[in-house]
């Protein structure tokens, strides 16, 4: 029979090797944050400077465009502008205008397409050579 006290040096070992093993654990831990701590911080530096990258090259865009436009169409675009607003107002009043005639001449206008009506219709009334 093995008695227990045999196992006490094994023990003694393994209980070191654990000490060990937890204390690379929380330093390989520590280590592991600490790098994804940086690492962080480097994905946010580039986001950064590709933010600012690309607004100063829209800037550059934008003045480019912005000249262009002011130098060469600006003269255009004012003068079909300012076309598109004048016919439509017309239109809008020439649609009123029509509109209020078509409203105060109601029942001359139905009377005279009642008779363009009838018109059209005895065109295609058959009558027979014999009755009438």
């Not at 940086?38 to 600012?52: F, I, P, Q, R, T």
């Not at 219709?121 to 014999?130: I, L, R």
Request: glycine share 4%; net charge positive; proline share 2%.
């Amino acid at each position: 029979m093995t008695n227990l006290f045999t196992f006490a040096p094994l023990l003694d070992v393994i209980q070191l090797a654990i000490i060990w093993l937890s204390r690379v654990y929380v330093f390989a831990s520590e280590v592991f944050t600490i790098t994804a701590i940086l690492w962080a911080l480097k994905l946010g530096s580039d986001v950064c400077e590709k933010l600012y990258n690309a607004t100063r090259f829209m800037f550059k865009m934008g003045v480019y465009v912005g000249t262009w436009y002011y130098n060469y169409a600006h003269e255009t675009v004012l003068t079909v502008l300012y076309s598109v607003l004048i016919n439509t107002v017309r239109v809008c009043a020439y649609t009123a205008g029509l509109i209020t005639r078509t409203i105060r001449e109601r029942r001359e206008i139905v009377a005279v397409l009642n008779t363009h009506r009838n018109t059209v219709g005895s065109w295609f009334v058959y009558t027979s050579p014999v009755l009438g």
